[in-house]
């Protein structure tokens, strides 16, 4: 499976972005499908994650402004982000379940 995301960019804080995952293939035959961040000199880690048939779960630092969604017939997965802080800058990367199937990761620059 190959996963391609997009949708990063420079924003101000308190900004709003939204990035997408399209997947090559039906995402849903591994478990969860997830969105990673990984933080200049920082190891990746799990910000959201979602069921095939919708439950979704969020790192504490993001419940509240981000969500998670996916749209199964067009094999995409999207990540709203909203109320964005500095500390959200990273790079993002969807992964199905825990495959080695991730994106190449998309990069978002929160400025203060």
């Known amino acids: 499976v190959q996963l391609q995301a997009s949708g990063g960019g420079l924003v101000q804080a308190g900004g709003s972005l939204t990035l997408s995952c399209v997947a090559s293939?039906?995402?849903?035959?591994?478990?969860?499908v997830n969105w990673y961040r990984q933080a200049p000199g920082k190891p990746r880690e799990l910000v959201a994650a979602i069921s095939g048939n919708g439950l979704a779960n969020y790192d504490d630092s993001v419940n509240g402004r981000f969500t998670i969604s996916a749209d199964k017939r067009r094999n995409t997965l999207y990540l709203q982000m909203t109320s964005l802080k500095p500390e959200d800058t990273g790079t993002y990367y969807c992964r199905i379940g825990t495959t080695n199937y991730w994106g190449k990761g998309t990069q978002v620059t929160v400025s203060s």
């Open positions: 293939e039906r995402m849903f035959g591994y478990g969860t």
